[in-house]
Each structure stands twice: as structure tokens, then as C-alpha cells.
């Protein structure tokens, strides 16, 4: 058996650890194929914790049911994207055996610029429309996708949100699922861009408890033919805090020295691996959260990092002598970047794993 843990962005883990029901509200909706309120969700979470691999278990799930799929980054331009791909697929099944051919194929193509132009912005309707009735007929529907949505242009979310509204009205199958950073997806939401998206089911996905991460782990062990002591289970699983790219990277590290090794784990290769997977979690995860910090945004993380727990606007301000609204504005750019989250009345935290320790350890 292959290593089968996934420590990569967006990859699907062999187990999905913590997410029990989170898609039964979008399974429901996928039966009732239209008006079901999971229809429409946001997931949101802090970085790492599987936003992506949510999305792709929706649209799997989606996939299973026979409804046609269109998977996005809302980077520049991603409307056009839709648009596009929403044509190939009317296309494939307008011409498909038991489709009706369709001849009126419009000969402009959707523009790759963040705001479609009016006639453009008319296809799109247009074109989500011919689809949508072709999946209707089918008894399916249409599931879009849009990943990383803290990052959008806001005119091209709010068309694409007046389309989708357009398409819901008129009682058509057609699923919105997104999946940003909290903070900046509710900026985003608060913006009033798009209010209809205010009455998505938000999904915020937090680490999986320590327990599961456990019990996974001595599963997927056994079932590759090694020996893992429940007590090396528990190490294993403690150092990843439950959180899903610890335990994909203590995992698979973990996974390397039985095969190595030897098929009989150790207590010091439990350590080992959790010593390999901590210094990947940094270069990963850490030092890219981190590349978009100004000097001064790391002088308010090092501030953060002399506390062991939540740390208060006072202290902070106090450290890096600076006065409370300037505090408070660094305070929303380290929440919007995902680097730390509110955690209680006038407290922040730490938003992932490890950040603490390395900034204590003078690497940033
Ligand atoms: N429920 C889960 N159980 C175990 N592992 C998971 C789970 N969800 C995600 N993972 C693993 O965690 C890692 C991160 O997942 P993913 O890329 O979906 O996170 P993300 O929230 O989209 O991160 P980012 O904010 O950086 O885009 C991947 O290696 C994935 O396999
Ligand atoms: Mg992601």
C-alpha cells in the first residue's frame, strides 16, 4: 500500500477527519434540486484547515448524482471562466444523444477582463440559462464552485451573484458553493456587494478533535500493515492539534519512516516524523502566510508571540509603542491575511499552528 496521505493544498486526504454532516444540508438540496438552503454555502476557515478539500467532496458528491460541475479560483476574470465553461458543457449536452442539438452557438467568446461588458454580462444570463434548462430536463443540475472568494473582484462577484439569484427565482437547479478566509469573507458579506449571498449557509470549519485524529491514524496504519501503539497514536495525533495539514503532513512523514525504518514504530520515529512534519508546516504554511507582512505587521506578531494564549489591543500597543486605532489597524490586516482571528472581546489570537513558536524562535 502506498503512502496514502495527502499533504498538499487542496489534495483529498485518505479521510476526511471532523467533517461528519457538514455536506447533509447540500446532499439534502442536491435531492430537492432547487429552493433547499444548502444550496447556497460558504465555507470558510483559516488556512489550511481544508476549505478546498471541502469543495472538492461537495462536487464529487455532486458528480454522483449526475449534476454537471464548474470548479473556480475567484481570481481575475473567473465570471469569463464560468461562462465558458458553462457553454462547453451546454454544448456537450445539447448535442449529446438523447440532447437536442443546438445550433444558435453564440460567436462571441466571454472576455478574461474583471468586468463583463453589458452584451457580454446578457450571454453569460444567457448561457447559465440554456444550460440550466438542458440539466433541468435531465432531472440534475449545475453546482459552481468559487474557491479563495476572499480574494475577488467585487463587481464580478456581485454579477455572479445576480445571475445565480436570476437562475434561483426562476426555480432552476443550480447550487453556489464558496470558500474563503472568515474575516475577509465577512468584509465581503458586511460590503453589501451582494446581499443575496447573506442568506448562504455559512459553514465555518475549525480543527478536527485530537480523539479522531487517533483513531485515524491507527486505522490507516493497521490497514497498511504496520504497528502503531495506541500510546504513539496519541503522540502522533496531539502534536497535530487536530489541525488537517498537521495531520496529513505527521501522517505521511510517519508513513515514510515505518516504510524506511522499520513496519514496527517507535516512539523516537513518532518523534521524528512530528520534528520533519513542524519544520514543513513552517516552510508551507507559515512563510507563505507571512510573505505579505510589512515590517511593522511582524512587529505586532512578535508583540503577540510574548504571550503564551490571547493577547490584548493594550499589551500590544504597549509593546510596540503605538496608539490603540493604530493597533486596531493592524489588527484588521492580520485578520483579513489569516494570520490571527478574534478571540473574545478585544482579544486576538494566533490564526495557525505554529506561528507562535517560530516567530519565538527569532525566524521571522
Ligand atoms: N477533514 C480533513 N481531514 C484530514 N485532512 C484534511 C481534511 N481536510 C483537509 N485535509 C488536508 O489538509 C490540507 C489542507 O487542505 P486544503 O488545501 O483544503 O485547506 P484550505 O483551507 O483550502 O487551505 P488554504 O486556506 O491555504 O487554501 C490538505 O493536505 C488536505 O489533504
Ligand atoms: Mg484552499
Known amino acids: 500500500m502506498d503512502n496514502p496521505f495527502r499533504p498538499t493544498a487542496g489534495a ?16 439534502y438540496g442536491l435531492r430537492l434540486r432547487s429552493g433547499a438552503p444548502g444550496l447556497l454555502t460558504i465555507f ?9 478539500v471541502m469543495l472538492g467532496a461537495a462536487e464529487d458528491l455532486a458528480r454522483t448524482q449526475g449534476w454537471a460541475v464548474v470548479s473556480e ?11 465558458h465553461a458553462m457553454r462547453r458543457l451546454a454544448e456537450e449536452l445539447g448535442s449529446g444523444p438523447q440532447g437536442r442539438r443546438l445550433t444558435a452557438v453564440t460567436a462571441a467568446g466571454f472576455g478574461f477582463t474583471t468586468q463583463l461588458p453589458p452584451q457580454q454580462q446578457l450571454e453569460w444570463r444567457e448561457e447559465g440559462l440554456r444550460l440550466l434548462h438542458l440539466l433541468e430536463e435531465q432531472r440534475t443540475g449545475l453546482v459552481i464552485t468559487v474557491d ?14 445576480a445571475d445565480v439569484q436570476h437562475f434561483i427565482r426562476a426555480d432552476l437547479p443550480v447550487a453556489l458553493l464558496f470558500a474563503g478566509l472568515p474575516a475577509a469573507v465577512s468584509d465581503l458579506l458586511n460590503e453589501g456587494v451582494a446581499t443575496f449571498l447573506r442568506r448562504a449557509d455559512r459553514i465555518d470549519l475549525h480543527a478536527a478533535a485530537v480523539d479522531e485524529v487517533q483513531r485515524s491514524y491507527a486505522e490507516t496504519f493497521a490497514a497498511g500493515g504496520f504497528t502503531l501503539t495506541e500510546g504513539q497514536a496519541r503522540r502522533a495525533a496531539e502534536a497535530t492539534g487536530g489541525y488537517p495539514f498537521l495531520i496529513q503532513l505527521v501522517g505521511y512523514f510517519l508513513w515514510q519512516e515505518a516504510e524506511k525504518v522499520s513496519p514496527v514504530l517507535t516512539d523516537a520515529m513518532v518523534d521524528q516524523a512530528v520534528a520533519a512534519a513542524r519544520r514543513r508546516n ?3 504554511v507559515i512563510e507563505a502566510a507571512l510573505s505579505t507582512a510589512s515590517p511593522r505587521d511582524l512587529d505586532v506578531l512578535r508583540a ?7 493577547s490584548t489591543a493594550g499589551d500590544i500597543g504597549a509593546r510596540i509603542g503605538a496608539r490603540p486605532n493604530t493597533v486596531g489597524n493592524y489588527r484588521t490586516r492580520l485578520i483579513d491575511a489569516g494570520l490571527i482571528e478574534p478571540a473574545g472581546y478585544g482579544l486576538v ?14 525566524r521571522a
Open 282 to 284: 513552517e516552510r508551507v
Open 349 to 362: 489570537r494566533f490564526a495557525i499552528p505554529g506561528l507562535r513558536e517560530h516567530l519565538r524562535q527569532g
Open 44 to 52: 470558510t476557515g483559516a488556512r489550511g484547515v481544508g476549505k478546498t
Open 148 to 161: 479563495e472568494i476572499h480574494a475577488a473582484d467585487r463587481q464580478e462577484i456581485a454579477q455572479l451573484a
Open 12 to 27: 483529498s486526504p485518505p479521510e476526511l477527519i471532523g467533517r461528519a454532516g457538514v455536506l447533509d444540508e447540500f446532499a
Open 304 to 310: 503577540m508571540a510574548e504571550d503564551d494564549g490571547p
Open 73 to 83: 479560483t475567484a481570481t481575475k476574470g473567473f465570471l469569463g471562466r464560468i461562462g
